[in-house]
């Protein structure tokens, strides 16, 4: 996915369809946990949309962000999802009962469908940030 992003330019909609991707995945291995091969499969299509999502989405998030600001904006965007792992799994186990573990399946689902959402409505510059170029020795003025 991320050649292919990064070959047509297009990001938003590539990062949006791969976590609806992995959503998909997880409702499909709730309503399938007792059938081991349908389960597999909707959790490789889980493992599809997880892992297919971030290098498009680091790219994505590194063209919108101001050039000044990049660097803060993705230190914040990374100290958020470091609070999303920290938190996730004491919610997830929270929500989970003895007879039921699909239940803490739910957060991650609308965690990556709201994700999905908004970034459907992010505005991407057209064009991509042009990079700062540095004056050689032999073309400075002395």
């Not at 999303?84 to 007879?99: E, V």
Request: aromatic residues 8%; glycine residues 10%.
């Amino acid at each position: 996915m991320a050649r292919t992003s990064d070959r047509t330019g297009e990001r938003r909609f590539h990062v949006v369809g791969l976590m609806l991707v992995a959503a998909v995945g997880l409702i499909g291995t709730m309503v399938f946990r007792h059938d081991p091969v349908p389960a597999m499969i909707c959790l490789s299509l889980v493992a599809v949309g997880v892992l297919g999502y971030m290098a498009p989405y680091w790219a994505l998030a590194a063209q919108v962000l101001p050039r000044g600001q990049a660097a803060v904006g993705l230190a914040g965007i990374n100290s958020i999802a470091a609070l999303g792992g920290f938190f996730s799994p004491y919610i997830i186990g929270r929500n989970a009962t003895a007879d039921d573990v699909t239940v803490g399946l739910y957060f991650p689902i609308i965690c990556l469908v709201v994700c999905a959402v908004m970034l459907s409505f992010l505005k991407v510059p057209k064009e991509p940030r042009l990079t700062a170029t540095v004056p050689s020795a032999t073309t400075a003025s002395v």
